[in-house]
T-cell receptor, first 113, second 116 residues
Framework: DAGITQSPRHKVTETGTPVTLRCHQTENHRYMYWYRQDPGHGLRLIHYSYGVKDTDKGEVSDGYSVSRSKTEDFLLTLESATSSQTSVYFC????????????FGSGTRLTVV | AQKVTQAQTEISVVEKEDVTLDCVYETRDTTYYLFWYKQPPSGELVFLIRRNSFDEQNEISGRYSWNFQKSTSSFNFTITASQVVDSAVYFCALSPLTSGTYKYIFGTGTRLKVLA
């Protein structure tokens, strides 16, 4: 059991369409995060959650929204996809600050054409 | 400002050479964690080490070693006797704890190529 799974793994979508990426965990961790990875930028935080229905923005949140209705699921929605949102998206979970570090999902490669 | 700088974009070494990946960080927090992650060509992010700001002891794990120096705000990573399987992108990250949310600030990564 991977503990954290992302779906889909790959997606191609058209500009202007809404897209939802899903992160599912089986670890019952409190904290969940969405990052995007782009060449030359490393990983940048989009949104994070510190509990059910408790979310907040990261440094690159424009054009994205999130929801967390259950502990195990954290959804990332691109409201109207743009080519600049072509990226690899990683979900991460952590129990607390002393838990050792994030566990990352395998990533979702999103291409907006 | 919180920032992590990995000035080395790409490093190439020949197998069995030692290599050091540099990481310099900036933070005003007195309590923070530093991390290294490995991203092999398959794309997943693999946790390597965590170090808290109160522990400046160097650490060695097999061929890997880490040198944490608060005086220079650096957390460098050395691979001894590199192997082809070490080829990956390596990320350094900072997590200031005073924010209470354990957000990471990542460096831009260093791509290591180990040639056979």
């Amino acid at each position: 059991d991977a503990g954290i799974t992302q779906s889909p793994r790959h997606k191609v979508t058209e500009t202007g369409t809404p897209v939802t990426l899903r992160c599912h965990q089986t670890e019952n961790h409190r904290y969940m995060y969405w990052y995007r990875q782009d060449p030359g930028h490393g990983l940048r935080l989009i949104h994070y959650s510190y509990g059910v229905k408790d979310t907040d923005k990261g440094e690159v949140s424009d054009g994205y929204s999130v929801s967390r209705s259950k502990t195990e699921d954290f959804l990332l929605t691109l409201e109207s996809a743009t080519s600049s949102q072509t990226s690899v998206y990683f979900c991460a979970i952590s129990e607390d600050w002393d838990s050792g570090g994030y566990t990352f999902g395998s990533g979702t490669r999103l291409t907006v054409v | 400002a919180q920032k992590v700088t990995q000035a080395q974009t790409e490093i190439s070494v020949v197998e069995k050479e030692d290599v050091t990946l540099d990481c310099v960080y900036e933070t005003r927090d007195t309590t923070y964690y530093l991390f290294w992650y490995k991203q092999p060509p398959s794309g997943e992010l693999v946790f390597l080490i965590r170090r808290n700001s109160f522990d400046e002891q160097n650490e060695i794990s097999g061929r890997y070693s880490w040198n944490f120096q608060k005086s220079t705000s650096s957390f460098n990573f050395t691979i001894t006797a590199s192997q082809v399987v070490d080829s990956a992108v390596y990320f350094c990250a900072l997590s200031p704890l005073t924010s209470g949310t354990y957000k990471y600030i990542f460096g831009t990564g260093t791509r290591l190529k180990v040639l056979a």
